[in-house]
């Protein structure tokens, strides 16, 4: 009897949920609490002030919906990506206040889009695959559905019925049918578009109860589990919640993650939809919130706009909703300190009584040593992020040998970055792109983003015969991903991970080796070891994208003074200005930079001769849409090729006391002492001490143990690599 | 008998304070009121604790006391840097704590410095006209005598008679005869270099008790008053304050003046030093505060590193010492917080008293629109710092006619630039220098500072027929200044200064008036009226140095793609790259770029044709010593011409939501409706509405009616200029 009780108690709470509004953005129950709670806590209160005077200024206007007609940046477009936001906060400010004007408001606009979108058509400024009708794109009009969705859900119970059916049938129907059926294929993409296109379907299936749309929302138009949410959840992250597009992609994805899972925990509790796949959305947070620099700005991997940065609205939300769904963590405080705003929901008012309590939050996000692998069954190679030292003084080595990463990768299999105190130091351009400027294509990725920054030479890996990996075919990179061999994090004296790929290039087999060394004294250094074996004779260039200015060379160059040409003619390599060259033969070639006040060197080995180069980016730009940074190029010639370079961090400038400290590199000698098959073994010396790196070229498990050398010299070591300095292993 | 009486105690007091130690830095009695402050305030405990662990490091080691060889960056130059700054702060800590380990490191280091000095010749880095002993140059030994004098007179009581006489016969006579007599007309220069020679002298003449140095510094070697410390607080500022040479070299010369004056006070306060020429000091830091940037950067008039704020040493001791001496000030107080740290004097105390109070501090300095005259008389010409806005979204117009600012001024009379919620719009390159980079020729100015920076197309003014002002010789420069025609700085809506010059070229009358307008509704922009008139025909460019990203044109240009060329060969065009051009008749010619997050626009109104260049520098520059850094350049021939510009500042771009506004300009057209001896006119349509200027060239009397325009159109108004917005003037 009890038990029948329970159950029928159940069915009554499922009924009451469906039939409850709101259930997207948050309860009845839960704006309860928020509205208690906002004199409490200063973070909330101020974030309520902000909200509340946008929207107060609007009550008493009349808001514009236009007929769609502007690209990305004008007037319409820029009109209705507000007008979501207005109804959404609105709807918000209706539950915490109890005002109906505020309701009003929204009905009011909701009507408006309920007389417009049944006539649309494509917008007239659609240029892609996926165009859409209130906006140039599809993605757009996805964005649109979510915050709509919801702010119709938060003001449902202030609408009278026959507004609600108006509102359901003109404003939502046809944009849910045109993305569902019109674009379906786009819909069940697997993609980052995928997730906002399945969150915006699903989020109005809960506001307006229509158990179609969160279906298709959850399991693909067709139904069949192939696509939709759920397979998003489990096709788009490695299981340690890497997403292949990228650090700058899943910053974009997680709002509609986590917006839809919110929404999907109050409405259909029983899919326990944040313990997923093992908590994958918790994982995707973190992951993400690790692939930052210490400023908070994502690492530009694949397209990339080096603005965003951790304090975007994506990252309160997901925060927010991350930290009342999987409980507290420091980390997400000290990163919902610096974005200063809180949702207006439960996680929102709980992390503003966690700042409120007074209790010291730590300066930076809990960096650390972490490996991430890529692929949904995490096989599909990875990318490592080694660091050393704290704080302001962290130093970051990125080594990307991922998979392609979708439409928004860039051809950069086994690419290395540096960042250091807060600075990038060896850098990725990003993408070619002035988001939300009209003036630049709409907003739109511009052609050099794939003409340029996504080509190999415009990253820090090397280039066979001035071709980008894989032929710059999109398809063709696809197919493949990069393998890693071996790594260490562990230790601070010493990191390394080594990554290889032969399908970059035919014929070819590049695999390279980056060690981040912190010698006893607290010296940081790389040390790269970039060993290229082919069928054939090529040209190779190993670039360094560097950020900084030209301090000293240790080789003598040639600048070009009255005239200067470009690189190259294709593949990127067109729009590179050539400032200078240099030709150097059996030497260690060196070249010091500065960026912010600490000096950085690179020390090449040349064994045989190379060409060095220093480039700008600017060549065949009509348009200046590129910004002009140098590289330093290093090109060989040869079949089986090595390039060992040493970037070493050193000194200090200090313009306010104008005193320069250790401004020239330690290095004074590079030796490649063994180069087989089996082992690489690189003799380094710095301030006259001996650097010793021994690696394995084949046999990479971890304890076999290795002798080589000759009589005069042996050396003796376990596992795929040893480093000793002065004689003593690392 | 009690006149007598005071007398005797006056005589007794001069004699005690002469006899005293210390004298210089502090005396006794000032030193035992901070050691008792020490606990109370945070940061004085801070400032007290960092050179404090600075100082311990020192405690028990040899300090090495090099013979000089190596130039600025290099290890000697560095050594001898940090020691006269580790004497200096030891000799603090003796007296903070009485702790005799203080008074020995001072003690053992000079003793080295006695045995060194005697044996001394010309550095072998020399190669300026004032070579120097200690360092390559005499400015540099002469930093020394400032810091290590204070030092000496600090730790005078922990010091034996015999090495007294060691120390002032062997470390300071060698030095300061150097200076005085083998270095005499560089110690009696009225200039910078002059102000730390004689604040070394003078301060070593207090710490040795020797009346003869300190007589040569306050009245030169001569002391005859024509050279020397008062002759240069006499010859070096105007009549308001304003530094001659700028604010950059201002911030470098605030110190030996505060030091030495500070000095002053204590053992020769009969010359009520701080009173001089009406506070003549209080005035000089007043005038270089107003000349920073809200970030606390200084305006980089003339030769000037950017790095360069107000949190610099020279500006923390200013202060600490003026608000000692001049009371309290609110303005400081703002800087002092943003420097976080004090003096271990009377003032920084009183300052950390202050901040530890917990009275709120406003966020930024009280930035005003103000005008300072140059030259002694102050009848030299001046720069006026037009301003519009407050706190982070403040505007700064700068507008330069002074005179040349001795060797460190640049060939730009009547120059702009323009600073905008702390960015750098239109821009002056400042200095080409790598200050204490060794690797950088030592450190010193580098051939492209005159060969570039401080040409007149490194800047924002005219040029006539691609060669400088005054054919860029100084000596000519120097003869004459620009002149102020006519201001009005005092309302927000309009502000306005006018300024001519007709000795920059011969038979060429350049007369430039910029007005800083605030349009109803808050729009800021310039107005820029360049009048020219010349006996015969030239080529004149106006350059715009911008900062920021080329968003459009509303012209058609010609790109350079593949192959680009220098602008120029001579005069600093050498240096410019051409990256493209474009050829325009009979319009209005608009160019929009992006800095930061704001759009700037620049519309210029071609009469009849004109040629526009983009170009960068970096051109003929073999040691990459060059930022590279774009022009927008407008290229007009003729006898007589005007450039119309209007600088408008729009919009918002905001790459975190990714919504641009108002990202095109305002502006539709302009029209010069009168050009005449008499009278300039110029219609500006923007956004539908008539802007319209007039302005007298000739009559400037402030009160005089004038009429002008045609039966249709008849304009009046009373003073030198006019502006009307919708028919209404403002």
Redesign the interface.
Known sequence: MIRWLSIFCLLITTADLQAQHPLTFFTKTEAATVKNDLAKYPLLKRSYAGIKKQVDEWLDKDVDVPFPKDP??GYTH?RH??NYMLMFNSGILYNLTGDARYALLVKKMLLKYAQLNPGLKKHPEATSSSPGRLFWQALNDANWLVYTGMAYDLVYNGIAAADRKAIEEGAFKPEVDFITKDLSGWFNLIHNHGVWACAGVGIVGIATGNKEYVDMALYGSAKDGKSGFIAQLDGLFAPDGYYTEGPYYVRYAILPYYLFANALQHARPELKIFEHRGRILQKALLAGLQQTNIDGTFFPLNDA?K??DF???ELVTAIDIAWAEYGEDMGLLTVAKKQDQVLLNKGGASIAAALTSGKEVPPFYPYKSVEFVDGVKGDEGGVSLLRAGKESDLTTLIYKYTAHGLSHGHFDKLNINLFDKGNEVLTDYGSVR???????YG?RYLPENDKYASQTIAHNTLVVDETSHFGGKEKEAEKYHADKLFSDIGRSAVQVVSASTDKAYKGTHLQRTVYLLQLPGGKKLVADIFNIYADTAHQYDLPFQYKG????TSFKYQ?H??????LGSKNGY?YL?K??EAKVADSLAQF?F?NGRTYYSISTLVQDSATLL?T?T???????NL??EPAFIIRKKGKDQSFINVVEIHGK?????????Q??PSVQQIKLLQQSSDFTVVQIKLDGKELLIAQCNKDFAPKTKHITGNEGRKLEWAGPYAVWYEGKQL
Chains 1, 2 share one sequence.
Do not use: C
Request: aromatic share 8%; no cysteine.
């Open positions: 990305a940046g820029d990506k507000s706009l603005e965003k304090t975007t609205n002035f988001i939300g400027v009209e003036q630049k907003g200015q030209v301090i000293h600048a003074l009255n005239k200067m040409t470009a067109q200005w400032e200078a010091t500065l220093f700008r600017g060549a065949n730009d009509p348009n200046f910004r002009r400038m200090d313009p306010v006391i104008e005193i320069s400290s401004s020239y």
